[in-house]
């Protein structure tokens, strides 16, 4: 079963530094998302992607967060300067058609801000 | 703008059924239901496009009143594999979803 790959399953960083969380969507979707999930509580969306820009994203995201999508398959998220607060699960989805999108979502990347 | 569900947590014992509410303030497109484990990725159950619609697999089951921009979803004589927390994801018209706060279902041997 196709599925959403994403690296790293965790990573550790100091206050203050850049982190770049990656994504594998499944090949033939054409949206792809990044949400968050701090322990606990709800999922926040964060940024869809959508022909190689940016069609949706939430009020926080331009305060810290930048989305690529550098080839074919890789779709990334930059969190820069990072601060404890943006301790979370981060999770990538990706889904065929807008509205009625069926989400496939990665295992995520857990980030710890020290 | 985030739908609302109730309620926020729920215990049940083993065979006993359960309803999860998810409601709109703006008209809705669709309703998806996803169930999340602890440590795990939120999973996909079902997707509701039509008013009035009503779908379901195995015990559990949803209901989407499109004028009410309501959905329930219903889990009937539960399991322990039902456990989790389920979250409803609304699409207002040409806008991509959002998941609602969650509700925490805990079933009890």
């Known amino acids: 079963e196709p599925e959403v790959t994403q690296t790293p399953s965790h990573q550790v960083t100091q206050m203050g530094q850049e982190v770049i969380l990656r994504c594998v969507p499944i090949s033939n979707h054409l949206y792809f998302y990044w949400y968050r999930q701090i322990l606990g509580q709800k999922v926040e969306f964060l940024v869809s992607?959508?022909?190689?820009?940016?069609?949706?994203k939430s009020e926080i995201f331009d305060d810290q967060f930048s989305v690529e999508r550098p080839d074919g398959s890789n779709f990334t998220l930059k969190i820069r300067s990072t601060k404890l607060e943006d301790s979370a699960m981060y999770f990538c989805a990706s889904g065929g058609a807008a509205g009625a999108n069926v989400l496939t979502f990665g295992a995520g990347s857990r980030l710890t801000v020290l | 703008q985030q739908p609302v569900q109730s309620p926020q947590a729920v215990i049940l014992r083993e065979g006993e059924d359960a309803v999860i509410n998810c409601s709109s303030s703006k008209a809705l497109y669709s309703v998806h239901w996803y169930r999340q484990k602890h440590g795990e990725a939120p999973v996909f159950l079902m997707i509701?496009?039509?008013?009035?619609e009503q779908k379901g697999h195995d015990k559990i089951s949803a209901s989407f009143n499109e004028k009410k921009q309501q959905s329930s979803l219903y889990l009937t004589a539960s399991q322990l594999s039902y456990s989790g927390t389920y979250f409803c994801?609304?699409?207002?018209?040409?806008?991509?979803?959002?998941f609602g706060p969650g509700t925490r279902l805990s079933v009890l041997p």
């Open positions: 509701l496009l039509k008013g009035g």
């Open positions: 994801g609304t699409a207002i018209y040409g806008q991509n979803f959002v």
């Open positions: 992607f959508y022909n190689n820009e940016i069609s949706e």
